[in-house]
């Protein structure tokens, strides 16, 4: 996707409040703080959303200014006209995050302050029937965060071979029914297409045993994965979490929000890698290229409070981690 300047989309302003809270909002601007409280300091907000967070942080910083990368136009379009009392102070691509190094490029950043991830999908797709992210709701079988791009969740359904619908399933939505439901997935194909949530949650509940449908709904982990896989969730955040990394200045911040485990897994994987000396073992002085890029700032990963919990269902999975970048690296 190409970085966009103008308008594109639906508002729906007068919705925001109803259909998104900003999770562990006050916790990230705690973190983000001492890296944005100084004259031309620049954030980017690489998951922005309806830009619940893009607002408080341009809020508390008066001299801060912000760039908002999401992949989704209708997003884009709330959070331009929620942010626009903002003016200049803020920027906006219509970008996937792990294109992060050249939406700065663009705009001629060559350094950031802060770096906010949210990652997952958002409230307003998951709120809006039409984008048939829900299997509790009858609707295409859409799924996609950028309605300008080609793969739909019916697309993989009617062109993915058993062994690769078997293999997303397993990979990302950690599903052991999956040979099953993909056998019946490509038997069902060959008489009728499946192109609404509907169908494919009747056929997976027609698939599993009794007993696997008391464990919650048999089709929550199916839907996960095909999500994931429409959207290329994991890949794209195995190339964002470092380039955003790489884009900090030296004393720049990075929290990153993350909502399930293959999600965190890696997140955790680049904060730890990029926070551990690399001196050889034995080495009686550690020279200054080897010393840790990174500092982390919390211990492990950081749930919500169990007020904000009970409040706000969807901060129930977050796994917050946040880093400090102590050197550049030559």
């Not at 050249?102 to 029937?129: C, I, K, N, T, W």
């Not at 990979?171 to 494919?200: F, H, M, N, W």
């Amino acid at each position: 996707m190409g970085i966009s300047t103008e308008d594109s989309g639906p508002t729906a302003m007068a919705d925001n409040d109803q259909i998104h809270t900003s999770v562990m909002l006050e916790r990230t601007i705690e973190l983000l703080a001492p890296a944005l409280d100084h004259d031309g300091a620049i954030l980017v907000d690489g998951t922005l959303g309806m830009g619940g967070h893009a607002e408080a942080f341009l809020s508390r910083f008066p001299q801060l200014s912000l760039i908002g990368i999401d992949r989704d136009p209708d997003a884009l379009a709330i959070a331009r006209e929620r942010l626009a009392p903002f003016g200049d102070r803020v920027r906006f691509a219509h970008a996937v995050n792990n294109e992060i190094t050249r939406v700065l490029a663009g705009f001629g950043v060559p350094r950031v302050s802060g770096v906010l991830f949210d990652l997952g999908v958002s409230s307003l797709q998951l709120d809006r029937v039409e984008r048939g992210f829900s299997y509790s709701k009858d609707a295409p079988l859409d799924m996609r965060m950028d309605a300008t791009s080609e793969r739909t969740a019916a697309l993989i359904l009617a062109t993915y071979s058993e062994l690769e619908l078997r293999r997303i399933f397993y990979e990302y939505g950690d599903e052991k029914l999956a040979p099953r439901y993909a056998s019946r997935i490509v038997q069902r194909r060959e008489d009728e297409p499946l192109v609404t949530s509907a169908q494919l949650v009747d056929l997976i509940i027609a698939a599993t045993p009794a007993a696997a449908q008391r464990a919650g709904h048999p089709a929550k982990r199916v839907f996960q994965a095909l999500r994931i896989e429409v959207n290329q969730e994991l890949a794209v955040i195995e190339r964002a979490v470092p380039d955003a990394v790489d884009a900090l200045e030296v004393h720049g911040r990075m929290v990153v929000l993350s909502f399930q485990s293959l999600e965190d897994r890696i997140v955790k994987r680049v904060f730890q890698a990029r926070s551990t000396s690399t001196a050889p073992r034995g080495l009686p002085v550690e020279l200054p290229e080897h010393r840790p890029e990174l500092k982390l700032l919390v211990r492990g990963a950081e749930q919500a409070s169990d007020e904000e919990r009970a409040a706000n269902p969807r901060a129930t999975s977050v796994r917050l981690r946040a880093v400090e970048r102590l050197r550049d690296v030559a």
